[in-house]
Protein backbone atom coordinates (compact mmCIF):
# COMPACT_ATOMS: atom_id res chain seq x y z
CA UNK A 1 0.00 0.00 0.00
CA UNK A 2 1.25 3.53 -0.60
CA UNK A 3 0.63 6.94 0.65
CA UNK A 4 -2.18 8.73 -0.43
CA UNK A 5 -1.81 11.79 -2.53
CA UNK A 6 -3.30 14.18 0.90
CA UNK A 7 -0.86 12.30 3.47
CA UNK A 8 2.09 13.39 0.93
CA UNK A 9 1.49 16.43 1.60
CA UNK A 10 0.20 16.35 4.72
CA UNK A 11 3.75 15.20 5.56
CA UNK A 12 5.28 17.91 3.13
CA UNK A 13 3.59 20.49 5.20
CA UNK A 14 5.69 19.39 8.21
CA UNK A 15 8.96 20.88 6.24
CA UNK A 16 6.94 23.91 6.63
CA UNK A 17 7.06 24.62 10.27
CA UNK A 18 10.32 23.30 10.79
CA UNK A 19 11.81 25.49 7.90
CA UNK A 20 10.81 28.38 9.73
CA UNK A 21 12.94 27.69 12.83
CA UNK A 22 15.90 27.31 11.38
CA UNK A 23 18.01 30.10 9.64
CA UNK A 24 20.50 28.06 7.07
CA UNK A 25 22.52 32.21 6.99
CA UNK A 26 23.28 31.89 10.46
CA UNK A 27 25.00 28.68 10.30
CA UNK A 28 26.90 29.66 7.21
CA UNK A 29 28.10 32.75 9.76
CA UNK A 30 29.05 30.42 12.61
CA UNK A 31 30.94 27.97 9.84
CA UNK A 32 33.37 30.85 8.84
CA UNK A 33 33.94 31.59 12.24
CA UNK A 34 34.76 28.22 13.07
CA UNK A 35 36.94 28.19 9.87
CA UNK A 36 38.71 31.66 10.74
CA UNK A 37 39.28 31.20 15.18
CA UNK A 38 39.06 27.63 15.65
CA UNK A 39 40.60 25.55 12.82
CA UNK A 40 43.99 27.17 12.78
CA UNK A 41 44.43 25.44 16.48
CA UNK A 42 41.44 23.42 17.43
CA UNK A 43 41.75 22.34 21.11
CA UNK A 44 40.49 19.65 23.34
CA UNK A 45 41.11 19.67 27.34
CA UNK A 46 44.13 22.04 26.29
CA UNK A 47 44.97 19.01 23.49
CA UNK A 48 45.08 20.31 19.77
CA UNK A 49 42.94 18.16 18.25
CA UNK A 50 43.27 19.64 14.58
CA UNK A 51 45.76 21.95 12.92
CA UNK A 52 46.92 23.24 9.44
CA UNK A 53 50.21 21.56 7.65
CA UNK A 54 51.14 25.03 6.08
CA UNK A 55 49.06 26.91 4.87
CA UNK A 56 45.54 27.20 5.71
CA UNK A 57 43.51 27.89 3.02
CA UNK A 58 39.95 27.11 1.21
CA UNK A 59 40.73 26.71 -2.72
CA UNK A 60 39.46 26.39 -5.99
CA UNK A 61 40.42 24.52 -9.41
CA UNK A 62 38.26 25.00 -12.63
CA UNK A 63 36.33 21.61 -13.26
CA UNK A 64 37.50 21.50 -16.86
CA UNK A 65 41.32 22.74 -16.21
CA UNK A 66 41.30 19.81 -13.18
CA UNK A 67 40.33 16.88 -15.18
CA UNK A 68 42.97 18.09 -18.30
CA UNK A 69 45.38 18.75 -15.82
CA UNK A 70 49.01 16.31 -15.89
CA UNK A 71 48.42 13.61 -13.19
CA UNK A 72 51.70 13.82 -10.90
CA UNK A 73 51.96 10.48 -10.75
CA UNK A 74 52.50 8.00 -13.47
CA UNK A 75 50.60 5.07 -11.94
CA UNK A 76 48.12 4.29 -9.36
CA UNK A 77 47.27 1.87 -7.43
CA UNK A 78 44.19 1.28 -5.56
CA UNK A 79 43.46 -1.20 -2.57
CA UNK A 80 40.24 -2.22 -1.24
CA UNK A 81 38.63 -5.17 0.58
CA UNK A 82 35.15 -6.61 0.59
CA UNK A 83 32.76 -8.99 2.59
CA UNK A 84 29.55 -11.10 2.83
CA UNK A 85 28.87 -9.39 5.82
CA UNK A 86 28.71 -11.02 9.21
CA UNK A 87 26.21 -14.05 8.92
CA UNK A 88 25.05 -15.51 12.55
CA UNK A 89 24.23 -19.46 12.20
CA UNK A 90 22.26 -21.64 14.25
CA UNK A 91 24.90 -23.34 15.90
CA UNK A 92 25.90 -20.43 17.62
CA UNK A 93 29.21 -19.38 14.67
CA UNK A 94 28.77 -15.75 13.86
CA UNK A 95 31.19 -15.71 10.52
CA UNK A 96 32.25 -12.86 8.07
CA UNK A 97 34.51 -13.21 5.11
CA UNK A 98 36.69 -10.93 3.44
CA UNK A 99 38.30 -10.80 -0.03
CA UNK A 100 41.18 -7.88 -0.66
CA UNK A 101 42.44 -6.99 -4.66
CA UNK A 102 44.66 -4.30 -5.39
CA UNK A 103 44.13 -2.88 -8.75
CA UNK A 104 46.25 -0.55 -11.01
CA UNK A 105 45.96 2.63 -13.26
CA UNK A 106 47.09 1.89 -15.80
CA UNK A 107 45.93 -1.70 -15.22
CA UNK A 108 48.42 -4.08 -14.41
CA UNK A 109 46.26 -7.97 -14.79
CA UNK A 110 48.47 -9.56 -12.86
CA UNK A 111 48.19 -7.60 -9.81
CA UNK A 112 44.46 -7.84 -10.51
CA UNK A 113 44.32 -11.47 -10.35
CA UNK A 114 46.47 -11.41 -6.88
CA UNK A 115 43.74 -11.68 -3.84
CA UNK A 116 43.82 -12.07 0.30
CA UNK A 117 40.77 -13.92 1.66
CA UNK A 118 39.99 -14.07 5.65
CA UNK A 119 37.29 -15.75 7.13
CA UNK A 120 36.78 -14.95 10.64
CA UNK A 121 34.77 -16.97 13.09
CA UNK A 122 33.23 -16.52 16.65
CA UNK A 123 31.98 -19.13 18.39
CA UNK A 124 29.95 -19.26 21.31
CA UNK A 125 31.89 -22.72 22.58
CA UNK A 126 34.88 -21.97 24.09
CA UNK A 127 36.69 -24.85 23.80
CA UNK A 128 36.55 -24.12 19.76
CA UNK A 129 39.68 -23.51 17.32
CA UNK A 130 39.24 -22.61 14.20
CA UNK A 131 42.71 -20.61 13.73
CA UNK A 132 44.06 -21.62 10.59
CA UNK A 133 47.65 -20.68 8.69
CA UNK A 134 48.12 -19.02 5.51
CA UNK A 135 47.30 -21.56 2.52
CA UNK A 136 47.68 -20.61 -1.27
CA UNK A 137 45.39 -21.31 -3.83
CA UNK A 138 45.23 -19.94 -7.20
CA UNK A 139 48.84 -21.35 -8.48
CA UNK A 140 49.73 -18.94 -5.63
CA UNK A 141 47.58 -16.27 -6.73
CA UNK A 142 45.10 -16.16 -3.75
CA UNK A 143 46.11 -16.44 -0.07
CA UNK A 144 43.47 -17.20 2.53
CA UNK A 145 42.83 -18.29 5.63
CA UNK A 146 41.24 -18.53 8.71
CA UNK A 147 41.38 -16.54 12.17
CA UNK A 148 39.17 -17.56 15.22
CA UNK A 149 37.83 -14.18 16.62
CA UNK A 150 38.91 -13.41 20.25
CA UNK A 151 35.34 -14.61 22.37
CA UNK A 152 32.94 -11.12 23.19
CA UNK A 153 29.92 -11.31 25.13
CA UNK A 154 27.99 -8.85 22.57
CA UNK A 155 29.02 -7.17 19.11
CA UNK A 156 30.34 -10.32 17.95
CA UNK A 157 28.81 -9.22 14.35
CA UNK A 158 30.68 -5.94 14.50
CA UNK A 159 34.19 -7.87 15.63
CA UNK A 160 33.97 -10.67 12.91
CA UNK A 161 33.39 -8.20 10.29
CA UNK A 162 36.23 -5.08 11.23
CA UNK A 163 39.09 -8.17 11.77
CA UNK A 164 37.95 -9.91 8.64
CA UNK A 165 38.04 -6.22 6.54
CA UNK A 166 41.29 -4.93 8.18
CA UNK A 167 43.01 -8.47 8.43
CA UNK A 168 42.50 -8.78 4.28
CA UNK A 169 43.27 -5.36 3.13
CA UNK A 170 46.81 -5.06 5.52
CA UNK A 171 48.32 -8.27 4.62
CA UNK A 172 46.86 -7.75 0.65
CA UNK A 173 48.80 -4.21 1.20
CA UNK A 174 51.75 -5.36 2.57
CA UNK A 175 52.42 -8.47 0.58
CA UNK A 176 52.21 -6.30 -2.56
CA UNK A 177 54.43 -3.10 -1.41
CA UNK A 178 56.64 -3.68 -3.19
CA UNK A 179 54.48 -3.95 -6.38
CA UNK A 180 53.94 0.03 -6.20
CA UNK A 181 55.96 2.44 -7.68
CA UNK A 182 54.39 6.00 -7.69
CA UNK A 183 51.24 6.08 -5.33
CA UNK A 184 49.49 3.49 -2.78
CA UNK A 185 45.46 4.58 -2.83
CA UNK A 186 43.52 2.47 -0.02
CA UNK A 187 39.72 2.84 -0.33
CA UNK A 188 39.06 4.13 2.40
CA UNK A 189 40.81 5.47 5.51
CA UNK A 190 44.61 5.17 6.25
CA UNK A 191 44.25 3.30 9.34
CA UNK A 192 41.91 0.40 10.72
CA UNK A 193 39.62 3.04 12.67
CA UNK A 194 36.74 0.98 13.36
CA UNK A 195 39.03 -0.62 15.61
CA UNK A 196 40.28 2.08 17.47
CA UNK A 197 36.52 3.19 17.84
CA UNK A 198 36.10 0.18 19.90
CA UNK A 199 36.71 2.12 23.63
CA UNK A 200 34.30 4.05 23.05
CA UNK A 201 31.17 1.72 22.63
CA UNK A 202 32.08 -0.86 25.65
CA UNK A 203 34.65 -1.49 27.84
CA UNK A 204 34.49 -4.99 26.64
CA UNK A 205 35.24 -3.78 23.36
CA UNK A 206 37.73 -1.55 24.37
CA UNK A 207 39.89 -4.36 26.03
CA UNK A 208 39.66 -6.56 23.29
CA UNK A 209 41.19 -3.54 21.01
CA UNK A 210 44.49 -4.47 22.57
CA UNK A 211 44.27 -8.44 22.50
CA UNK A 212 46.91 -10.34 20.55
CA UNK A 213 44.95 -10.85 17.40
CA UNK A 214 43.21 -7.00 16.86
CA UNK A 215 47.03 -5.47 17.70
CA UNK A 216 48.02 -7.84 15.11
CA UNK A 217 45.89 -6.82 12.36
CA UNK A 218 46.58 -2.88 13.41
CA UNK A 219 50.15 -3.43 13.57
CA UNK A 220 50.52 -4.44 9.55
CA UNK A 221 49.11 -0.76 8.78
CA UNK A 222 51.75 0.40 10.62
CA UNK A 223 54.39 -1.65 9.19
CA UNK A 224 52.79 -0.78 5.94
CA UNK A 225 53.67 3.17 6.67
CA UNK A 226 56.93 2.08 7.48
CA UNK A 227 57.21 0.49 4.40
CA UNK A 228 56.21 3.14 2.09
CA UNK A 229 58.19 5.45 4.08
CA UNK A 230 61.17 3.69 3.30
CA UNK A 231 60.83 3.29 0.23
CA UNK A 232 59.85 7.12 -0.31
CA UNK A 233 56.65 5.90 -1.82
CA UNK A 234 53.08 8.03 -0.73
CA UNK A 235 50.42 6.15 0.68
CA UNK A 236 47.12 7.99 1.02
CA UNK A 237 43.30 6.73 1.63
CA UNK A 238 40.20 8.03 -0.62
CA UNK A 239 37.37 8.35 2.09
CA UNK A 240 33.66 8.27 -0.16
CA UNK A 241 31.48 8.64 3.23
CA UNK A 242 33.94 10.72 5.99
CA UNK A 243 31.98 10.63 9.26
CA UNK A 244 34.25 12.07 11.63
CA UNK A 245 32.70 14.53 14.74
CA UNK A 246 36.11 15.54 15.72
CA UNK A 247 35.35 18.89 15.36
CA UNK A 248 32.57 19.16 16.26
CA UNK A 249 32.61 17.57 19.40
CA UNK A 250 35.38 19.43 20.26
CA UNK A 251 33.53 22.82 19.66
CA UNK A 252 30.43 21.65 21.79
CA UNK A 253 32.48 20.98 24.45
CA UNK A 254 34.00 24.62 24.26
CA UNK A 255 30.20 25.55 24.77
CA UNK A 256 29.66 26.37 21.14
CA UNK A 257 26.77 24.68 19.29
CA UNK A 258 26.52 23.04 16.26
CA UNK A 259 24.32 22.81 13.82
CA UNK A 260 26.14 20.42 12.47
CA UNK A 261 25.66 16.28 12.69
CA UNK A 262 29.70 15.75 11.99
CA UNK A 263 32.50 17.37 10.40
CA UNK A 264 31.81 16.46 6.69
CA UNK A 265 28.66 18.47 6.84
CA UNK A 266 30.85 21.63 7.91
CA UNK A 267 33.16 21.20 5.50
CA UNK A 268 30.58 20.47 2.95
CA UNK A 269 28.55 24.44 4.43
CA UNK A 270 32.49 25.96 3.81
CA UNK A 271 33.08 24.64 0.53
CA UNK A 272 29.83 24.75 -1.16
CA UNK A 273 29.53 28.16 -3.45
CA UNK A 274 26.10 29.59 -4.22
CA UNK A 275 24.66 32.20 -6.50
CA UNK A 276 23.29 35.76 -5.25
CA UNK A 277 26.49 36.05 -2.41
CA UNK A 278 25.86 32.99 -0.77
CA UNK A 279 29.59 32.46 0.00
CA UNK A 280 30.42 29.19 1.87
CA UNK A 281 30.34 30.08 5.49
CA UNK A 282 30.48 33.89 4.85
CA UNK A 283 33.40 33.53 2.79
CA UNK A 284 34.38 32.37 -0.78
CA UNK A 285 37.11 30.23 -1.17
CA UNK A 286 40.44 32.04 -0.50
CA UNK A 287 41.57 33.89 -3.20
CA UNK A 288 38.51 33.78 -4.91
CA UNK A 289 36.37 36.24 -2.87
CA UNK A 290 37.80 36.66 0.15
CA UNK A 291 35.98 37.08 3.99
CA UNK A 292 33.06 39.61 2.97
CA UNK A 293 29.94 38.70 5.01
CA UNK A 294 27.80 36.63 2.87
CA UNK A 295 23.84 37.59 1.51
CA UNK A 296 21.33 36.44 3.32
CA UNK A 297 19.71 34.54 -0.02
CA UNK A 298 21.12 31.17 -0.83
CA UNK A 299 21.02 30.81 -4.50
CA UNK A 300 21.83 28.02 -6.80
CA UNK A 301 24.74 26.10 -6.77
CA UNK A 302 27.88 26.64 -8.35
CA UNK A 303 29.26 23.90 -10.30
CA UNK A 304 31.95 25.06 -12.02
CA UNK A 305 34.35 24.37 -10.02
CA UNK A 306 35.73 21.79 -7.54
CA UNK A 307 36.59 23.46 -3.93
CA UNK A 308 38.95 22.23 -1.31
CA UNK A 309 40.88 22.60 1.75
CA UNK A 310 44.66 22.44 2.55
CA UNK A 311 46.04 19.71 4.75
CA UNK A 312 45.29 19.33 8.86
CA UNK A 313 46.62 17.13 10.69
CA UNK A 314 44.35 15.42 12.94
CA UNK A 315 44.89 14.18 16.83
CA UNK A 316 41.47 13.68 17.90
CA UNK A 317 38.32 10.92 18.10
CA UNK A 318 39.59 7.60 16.38
CA UNK A 319 42.98 9.35 14.87
CA UNK A 320 43.72 9.57 18.76
CA UNK A 321 45.08 6.42 18.88
CA UNK A 322 48.36 7.06 15.86
CA UNK A 323 48.81 10.14 17.02
CA UNK A 324 52.23 11.13 18.00
CA UNK A 325 50.99 11.20 22.20
CA UNK A 326 48.84 8.27 21.10
CA UNK A 327 50.02 4.58 22.25
CA UNK A 328 49.01 2.62 18.70
CA UNK A 329 47.56 0.23 20.80
CA UNK A 330 51.31 -0.93 22.67
CA UNK A 331 52.61 -1.42 19.06
CA UNK A 332 56.21 -0.29 18.64
CA UNK A 333 56.74 2.25 15.84
CA UNK A 334 59.89 2.28 14.65
CA UNK A 335 60.10 5.93 13.40
CA UNK A 336 59.41 9.39 15.29
CA UNK A 337 55.78 8.54 16.05
CA UNK A 338 54.30 11.70 14.88
CA UNK A 339 55.24 10.45 11.63
CA UNK A 340 52.35 7.89 11.74
CA UNK A 341 49.92 11.02 12.84
CA UNK A 342 46.67 11.11 10.19
CA UNK A 343 46.55 14.25 8.12
CA UNK A 344 43.91 14.96 5.38
CA UNK A 345 42.29 17.08 3.04
CA UNK A 346 38.81 17.89 1.84
CA UNK A 347 37.36 18.07 -1.51
CA UNK A 348 33.89 19.18 -2.64
CA UNK A 349 32.09 18.09 -5.73
CA UNK A 350 28.95 20.80 -6.89
CA UNK A 351 28.03 18.04 -9.62
CA UNK A 352 27.47 14.98 -7.10
CA UNK A 353 27.09 17.68 -3.99
CA UNK A 354 29.27 14.81 -2.90
CA UNK A 355 32.21 15.58 0.52
CA UNK A 356 35.45 13.53 -0.41
CA UNK A 357 38.48 13.13 2.74
CA UNK A 358 42.25 12.07 1.19
CA UNK A 359 44.00 11.29 4.50
CA UNK A 360 47.88 10.49 4.43
CA UNK A 361 50.72 10.17 7.09
CA UNK A 362 52.08 12.95 7.93
CA UNK A 363 55.13 11.32 6.93
CA UNK A 364 54.41 12.16 3.85
CA UNK A 365 52.48 15.45 3.40
CA UNK A 366 55.10 17.25 6.41
CA UNK A 367 56.50 17.89 2.55
CA UNK A 368 55.35 20.83 0.92
CA UNK A 369 55.34 19.25 -2.29
CA UNK A 370 54.11 16.17 -2.01
CA UNK A 371 51.42 17.90 -0.54
CA UNK A 372 50.79 19.64 -3.47
CA UNK A 373 51.50 16.44 -5.61
CA UNK A 374 49.02 14.49 -4.04
CA UNK A 375 45.86 17.37 -3.90
CA UNK A 376 46.45 18.10 -7.66
CA UNK A 377 46.20 14.01 -8.12
CA UNK A 378 43.14 13.22 -6.28
CA UNK A 379 41.12 16.94 -8.01
CA UNK A 380 42.34 15.63 -11.40
CA UNK A 381 41.21 12.27 -10.32
CA UNK A 382 37.30 13.59 -8.94
CA UNK A 383 37.15 16.11 -11.36
CA UNK A 384 37.57 12.92 -14.64
CA UNK A 385 35.46 10.35 -13.04
CA UNK A 386 32.95 12.30 -10.88
CA UNK A 387 33.62 9.86 -7.38
CA UNK A 388 37.08 7.76 -6.86
CA UNK A 389 40.39 7.81 -8.57
CA UNK A 390 39.92 5.22 -11.09
CA UNK A 391 42.63 2.95 -9.23
CA UNK A 392 40.38 2.57 -6.78
CA UNK A 393 37.45 2.33 -8.08
CA UNK A 394 38.81 -0.15 -9.85
CA UNK A 395 39.99 -2.34 -6.58
CA UNK A 396 36.34 -1.78 -5.46
CA UNK A 397 35.31 -3.65 -8.32
CA UNK A 398 37.32 -6.48 -8.00
CA UNK A 399 37.04 -6.77 -3.88
CA UNK A 400 33.26 -6.38 -4.58
CA UNK A 401 31.37 -9.41 -3.29
CA UNK A 402 28.09 -9.28 -5.08
CA UNK A 403 24.53 -9.78 -3.56
CA UNK A 404 24.32 -13.36 -5.60
CA UNK A 405 27.75 -14.20 -4.68
CA UNK A 406 27.25 -13.65 -1.10
CA UNK A 407 23.67 -15.81 -1.22
CA UNK A 408 25.57 -18.21 -2.27
CA UNK A 409 28.49 -18.34 -0.31
CA UNK A 410 26.35 -18.24 2.87
CA UNK A 411 24.50 -21.42 1.26
CA UNK A 412 27.79 -23.30 1.46
CA UNK A 413 28.71 -22.26 4.87
CA UNK A 414 25.39 -23.63 5.76
CA UNK A 415 25.98 -27.04 4.27
CA UNK A 416 29.43 -27.26 5.68
CA UNK A 417 28.56 -26.33 9.03
CA UNK A 418 24.92 -28.15 9.16
CA UNK A 419 23.12 -24.87 10.12
CA UNK A 420 20.78 -22.82 8.80
CA UNK A 421 21.67 -19.24 9.21
CA UNK A 422 19.54 -17.46 12.25
CA UNK A 423 17.19 -15.63 10.15
CA UNK A 424 14.74 -12.49 10.85
CA UNK A 425 11.70 -10.86 10.12
CA UNK A 426 13.76 -8.26 8.02
CA UNK A 427 15.64 -10.97 5.95
CA UNK A 428 11.41 -12.59 5.65
CA UNK A 429 10.23 -8.81 4.52
CA UNK A 430 13.14 -8.06 1.63
CA UNK A 431 14.06 -11.18 0.65
CA UNK A 432 17.23 -11.31 2.12
CA UNK A 433 17.18 -15.03 2.59
CA UNK A 434 15.72 -17.99 0.83
CA UNK A 435 12.57 -19.92 2.26
Do not use: C
Not at 243 to 265: F, H, M, N, Q, Y
Amino acid sequence: MTLDPIHVENIARLAYGIASDVDTTDHDDLAGRVWRDWLPELRRDGRVVIEPVGDHERRLAPIDDAALAERPFETVHGLDSGTINPTTFKNGLVVDVAHAAMASEPTDMDIHRDRTIVATVHAGDSTADFDDDWRKRDDGHTRQRVLHAPRVNRYAEGVVHALALYLAEGTHALDHADAVDDLLVLDGPIYPKELFTWDDRNPELGALAREAKPRAVVEKYVRLVERFVERDVPLAGFVKNPSSGTIVRALARKGVEPPWPDDTALFTRLLERREEGGRPGGAGPDGAGGDEPAGRARGDRLDDALTFTTWFRSRGGADATMAADGDALGIDRELDPELYEPTFMIVYDPRTDVTYKLEAPYAFTRDAETRDRLTRQVLAEVATTRGPPEAVAKADELARIAATEKAALRRKFEERFDSDQQATYDDLRWGKADF
